[in-house]
């Protein structure tokens, strides 16, 4: 037998066993229900990823709502596209650092919640994200326990998506998937400004 083939032979059997594993963790996935991911934690690609999953949605005939929190920008390149297949609101007045005006933030947050709480209770949506939203629970611009409570009784098959940073607990503990994306290098830091396709 040559190295090559004993290579290949070894590579087949350990491979057997992992499809072995994998297809029985598989097997076992067999509740079908909405879920809720968090895409939280300092790293650059929460929002992009979220807005993966929309086009994805979209792809398969899903109805879509978006409601984004905090950000006030309506020229992105995921509104242009995707804002043509789905619901889409932009409901921020910008970044909290550019408003510093608790009240009119808060107001503004009560809002988009509203927004998405309409959306949260209308079974027709098969998949509603809420980007940023993370800033308004950790900054208070929201009530903790109607955020909450609104969450978790969205009807059975409707999915949710949730980013920003900092995300309190609760949100962790209901969430079904959660992903913290680290920050480990990003162009802004080394003085490279936004640029447009990548950040928005």
């Not at 208070?140 to 949710?160: A, F, T």
Request: proline share 1%.
């Amino acid at each position: 037998m040559t190295q090559d083939l004993a290579k290949n032979e070894r590579h087949a059997a350990r491979m057997a066993r992992k499809k072995a594993i994998i297809d029985a963790h598989i097997a076992e996935a067999n509740i079908d229900t909405g879920i809720m991911i968090l895409l939280t934690g300092n790293g650059k690609g929460k929002s992009s990823s979220a807005f993966g999953m929309v086009a994805r949605s979209i792809g398969h005939g899903l109805k879509v709502g978006v409601v984004q929190f905090i950000k006030n920008r309506t020229d992105t390149g995921e509104e242009a596209l995707l804002g043509k297949h789905c619901e889409w609101h932009v409901m921020g007045d910008g970044f909290t650092w550019e408003t510093q005006n608790f009240e009119a933030d808060k107001a503004r947050s009560a809002e988009a919640w509203a927004m998405a709480a309409k959306m949260l209770n209308d079974p027709s949506y098969d998949v509603v994200v809420l980007d940023e939203l993370t800033y308004c629970l950790s900054y208070g611009y929201l009530d903790k326990e109607i955020v909450l409570r609104d969450l978790e009784s969205r009807p059975e098959m409707q999915h949710v998506v949730v980013t920003g940073r900092a995300a309190i607990t609760e949100l962790h503990e209901i969430a079904d998937t959660v992903t913290v994306l680290a920050d480990e290098k990003h162009a802004y830091k080394s003085g490279i400004k936004a640029q447009k396709g990548l950040e928005w």
